[in-house]
């Protein structure tokens, strides 16, 4: 990499499906967030993003973060820093903390949006506010089920919706 070329990013990004999320939209959304992020610094040369995979699912079982986890041991990979779109959509509970140690071995920055640039673990409070986004990130799916579960029971009561499989199915 010359000087003049700047850092090269492989973006990383996802998005579920279960609450009817436009993967086109939440992918276009991220990748602007992470351009704004690095620009200046370098460029996104690959994108990875995985659809319809829960946050709560480990990198390694993603399968666009998996490609993503294996072209970091590739000496001759085309990046040399990973831009995530969105932390509370990467990382879930204590992820970044278990993953931070792979991203040093190999040498890669994770840059993130919430930290307006790279992660330093040697920067008082940066891994510990990782771990609170992730547990924030753990915290949004608690949330999002509470006011599902609210919403049917409310409808249930208030609308006579059944919200369960076949109503009066007749044999």
Not at 48 to 73: K, N, Q, V
Not at 129 to 141: D, P
């Given at each position: 990499?010359?000087?003049?070329?700047?850092?090269?990013?492989?973006?990383?990004?996802?998005?579920?499906?279960?609450?009817?999320?436009?993967?086109?939209?939440?992918?276009?959304?991220?990748?602007?967030?992470?351009?704004?992020?690095?620009?200046?610094?370098?460029?996104?040369?690959?994108?990875?993003?995985?659809?319809?995979?829960?946050?709560?699912?480990?990198?390694?079982?993603?399968?666009?973060?998996?490609?993503?986890?294996?072209?970091?041991?590739?000496?001759?990979?085309?990046?040399?820093?990973?831009?995530?779109?969105?932390?509370?959509?990467?990382?879930?509970?204590?992820?970044?903390?278990t993953?931070?140690?792979?991203?040093?071995?190999?040498?890669?920055?994770?840059?993130?949006?919430?930290?307006?640039?790279?992660?330093?673990?040697q920067?008082?409070?940066?891994?510990?506010?990782?771990?609170?986004?992730?547990?924030?990130s753990?915290?949004?799916?608690?949330?999002?089920?509470?006011?599902?579960?609210?919403?049917?029971?409310?409808?249930?009561?208030?609308?006579?919706?059944?919200?369960?499989?076949?109503?009066?199915?007749?044999?």
């Amino acid at each position: 990499m010359s000087p003049a070329s700047g850092t090269r990013f492989a973006f990383y990004g996802r998005v579920s499906t279960e609450d009817h999320q436009d993967p086109a939209t939440s992918r276009a959304w991220q990748v602007l967030r992470a351009q704004a992020l690095v620009s200046g610094h370098g460029r996104i040369v690959a994108e990875l993003f995985d659809t319809g995979r829960s946050r709560t699912i480990p990198w390694a079982r993603r399968p666009e973060a998996a490609a993503l986890l294996a072209a970091m041991a590739d000496p001759d990979r085309d990046f040399d820093a990973i831009v995530i779109g969105s932390s509370e959509r990467a990382f879930y509970g204590n992820q970044f903390a278990t993953m931070a140690p792979l991203f040093d071995h190999y040498g890669i920055e994770v840059w993130v949006p919430e930290l307006g640039g790279a992660v330093d673990p040697q920067t008082a409070g940066q891994e510990e506010l990782m771990i609170l986004l992730g547990i924030l990130s753990k915290r949004e799916i608690a949330r999002a089920r509470i006011r599902t579960r609210a919403a049917m029971t409310v409808q249930a009561r208030d609308q006579g919706r059944y919200l369960g499989g076949e109503q009066g199915a007749v044999g």
